[in-house]
């Protein structure tokens, strides 16, 4: 249990300094950074296959087309929120990034209700709302919908709703998300090459190093938080997993100095209290459900 306990607050913590590390690539444009994350993660993630002796399933998902879509569509998902988070992050957004993955919880219970037809309870209902009233009062103050924190707290939700129902797991799913990509990124890549754009063959030696870092800073969270999530209960992961948004806004506010006024807290404190009443309501239901079963 501490171990898990461990291994998931890394994991977040890892993800929480993310802007650290992509505003050191600011000279390098988002959507290459993106396309040098999917090849070098790609080729980290051939060494820990191999390391672990982990290519059992590559046969039967060959054989099996609806697996191979269902990774295409999860992909393309995983692709958009990468690119939506590195622009956001290297244009000055990390606060409107941080919103996104604050809100997610939240958009995962709504997705399952609207997608999966799962039952909601009046606490998931009320949280909900209240987040719901927490974005009308940053759409007010901004004068526009904060589309940053949706679209990266939906298309992270989505990517997760497909990952739930999906037939492999974190490393495996990871891998074949990154194959898929490889070519797209290749070619893109291939092609800035030849123009003479490609930021990485201009670029000194610690920003390539960076690029490369790419891999194993993407993959090595995720294995952390999928040996943690095997070692732990979900509503201790639950609570673990506002670690990286939190770490996120600090540093938007405190090291990049990201404007974050009167009226933007009052929204960051609604969605904030709709968390915290979604959280107690699922230790409620949690602290209900074992004690029903030390009773029967």
Do not use: C
């Not at 492999?168 to 003479?196: H, N």
């Amino acid at each position: 249990m501490q171990l898990g306990i461990l291994f998931a607050a890394l994991a977040y913590t890892v993800w929480g300094l993310f802007p650290i590390y992509f505003k050191s690539l600011q000279g390098v444009p988002p959507m290459e950074i993106l396309m040098h994350r999917i090849v070098w993660a790609l080729g980290f993630l051939l060494i820990v296959l191999t390391v672990r002796r982990q290519w059992a399933w590559v046969p039967q998902v060959l054989k099996q087309p609806k697996i191979l879509a269902s990774f295409a569509a999860s992909a393309t998902l995983l692709s958009i929120n990468w690119f939506i988070y590195i622009w956001s992050v290297n244009n000055g957004h990390v606060v409107d990034s941080s919103l996104g993955y604050f809100i997610t919880p939240l958009v995962n219970v709504l997705l399952g209700y609207v997608l999966l037809h799962e039952r909601m309870r009046i606490g998931q209902w009320a949280a909900i709302a209240l987040a719901a009233l927490g974005v009308l009062w940053l759409t007010w103050q901004a004068g526009h919908l904060p589309w940053i924190g949706l679209a990266l707290a939906f298309s992270f939700g989505g990517y997760g709703l497909l990952r739930k129902t999906a037939a492999l797991g974190a490393l495996e799913g990871l891998s074949l998300e990154t194959v898929l990509l490889f070519p797209i990124a290749l070619t893109y890549l291939a092609v800035l090459a030849a123009q003479g754009h490609n930021a990485f063959l201009q670029a000194p030696a610690t920003t390539q190093s960076l690029l490369a870092a790419a891999g194993p800073i993407t993959a090595i969270p995720l294995l952390l938080f999928a040996a943690g999530a095997r070692r732990i209960k979900m509503s201790t992961l639950g609570l673990l997993q506002y670690i990286a948004p939190t770490l996120q806004l600090l540093i938007g506010v405190l090291l990049y100095g990201e404007p974050f006024g009167g009226g933007r807290q009052i929204g960051f404190i609604i969605i904030w209290t709709a968390l915290a009443l979604y959280s107690a309501e699922g230790l409620w239901q949690a602290w209900a459900a074992r004690s029903e079963q030390r009773t029967t």
